[in-house]
């Protein structure tokens, strides 16, 4: 693994200034020859939007811990879905998470945002994976729904869901279960039906997002809006629209109560499976195939497993690239972020450019720099 300090481009001519200089011209050179880029993003390619990332210094970790000392041991507990356990820690989440959605809405997309948007319209961009909840990607206009119908409402936002109360006023008991279980099979067979799109997602929100809260027993969605946020900041699980009316039917025909869902943020947490997960992992096996030719890892820190693994099994592939690729300058593992990798990293990428995200990818144009113009032969 060659390094790249973004500090030795500023210094003044030297052995190792020409040496970096070297280093860039051979990294610049990756991403013009690629035709089939993947990139994974971590949080530091948000820090310049005003979001702070997770484990530096002043990150949200630390942020947390300072915050409420008395009851988080680690800003980490926040992002744990054991937390839903614990009353107190569950009104901490609330809270975070309802001024979290609110610094993110007021976010700006960053130039490294810009960048990736650039190699899609470029057509080099096979596909972007993010860990980032703040929906930057989706805001720059790469596509992050995993469908291109769409029927399948598991994925779509429900600001106003069908009123069972219009459907079911009216029918006794019996045939409001059976009317309930009919609409559920249809909505099984509609997912049956769907067959992926695997170049529609631009972007995969593999951690989620914070657009919207969904249900945690229907599992319906509903957009985060402002009013949702206050709720949240209170402290106090809002609950679920869809269920209550569900409960106030079966009051009005004299069934028992059920239990009734609260709204949560449609994110995944540290020991939660997602619940797009096989889509996911088709579309990753599928980028496999597609033999990519660059990866660029940006702004993570390679603690999370499901990362480590997705990271490996793509430089492996990229390595594996075409003999024409290699040619060209492409074939390349790049991994840019503030801080070096863990150890055992250093056969996985071929190059580190250490510092700032966005600094670094302002050094790398995605197309071919312009030939000088032609010196004029004196008459």
Known sequence: MLQLSLSDLDKPPSGSQQESQTLLAEIRRAVQASQRCIVITGAGISVSSGIPDFRSPDGL???????????VSTGKDLFDATLFSDPAMISLFYNF?????????????????????????????????TQNIDSLEKRIGLETSLHASPEDSSDTPCSSPPSLISDCSSLDTDTIDEKKSQAAKRRTHRRRQMTLERTFTRAVQLHGDLDNVVCTICHTKYPFTEKLAEEFCEGAPPPCPRCKEIEMIRDLVGKRSVASGVLRPDIVLYNENHPQSELIGALSEYDLKRRPDLLIVIGTSLKIPGIKRMVKEMAHSVHACTLRSK?????????????EPPKGWESIFDYYVAGDSDRAISLLPIAGLPEPPPVQQPA
Not at 62 to 71: F, T
Not at 101 to 125: M, Q, W, Y
């Open 61 to 71: 970790f630390q942020q947390l811990k300072q915050k409420y000392p008395n009851s």
């Open 97 to 129: 998470m309802g001024e979290l959605r609110n610094l993110v809405s007021r976010a700006n997309c960053t130039p490294t945002h810009a960048f990736i948007k650039e190699l899609d319209e470029a057509g080099k961009l096979l596909r972007c994976y």
């Open 327 to 339: 040619r060209a300058g492409a074939g390349k593992v790049i991994f840019i972020n503030r801080d």
